[in-house]
């Protein structure tokens, strides 16, 4: 079992700033990607970034070169750095970490983009 605790979200400012983390406990060793997705109201739940152990990345179209994503191994902590924000990049952002034969997801954390 894996265990994933978001932190970071708020209410920012449209072309503000935040960073996101998420602190992964357990069987860690087992985890091979870490990513984030996010849910809008109405909306389905949709990847932002993700990132394998390698360092290999992968960002959604809207969020390219506004968001960064990184992790460090030796923390089990992946991070998500978002700058640029829009008022559409307002939703309930996910933690995920994927092993061979499992998938996990931490709780969630909001993020708000006022105009």
């Known amino acids: 079992q894996v265990q994933l605790v978001e932190s970071g979200g708020g209410l920012v400012q449209a072309g503000g700033s935040l960073r996101l983390s998420c602190a992964a406990s357990g069987d860690t060793i087992c985890i091979s990607a870490m990513g984030w997705y996010r849910q809008a109201p109405g909306k389905e739940r949709e990847l932002v970034a993700a990132i394998t152990s390698g360092g290999s990345t992968n960002y959604a179209d809207s969020v390219k070169g506004r968001f960064t994503i990184s992790r460090d191994n030796a923390k089990n902590t992946v991070y998500l750095r978002m700058n640029s924000l829009k008022p559409e990049d307002t939703a309930l952002y996910y933690c995920?970490?994927?092993?061979?034969?499992?998938?996990?997801w931490g709780q969630g954390t909001q993020v708000t983009v006022s105009s």
């Open positions: 995920n970490a994927r092993a061979l034969l499992a998938e996990y």
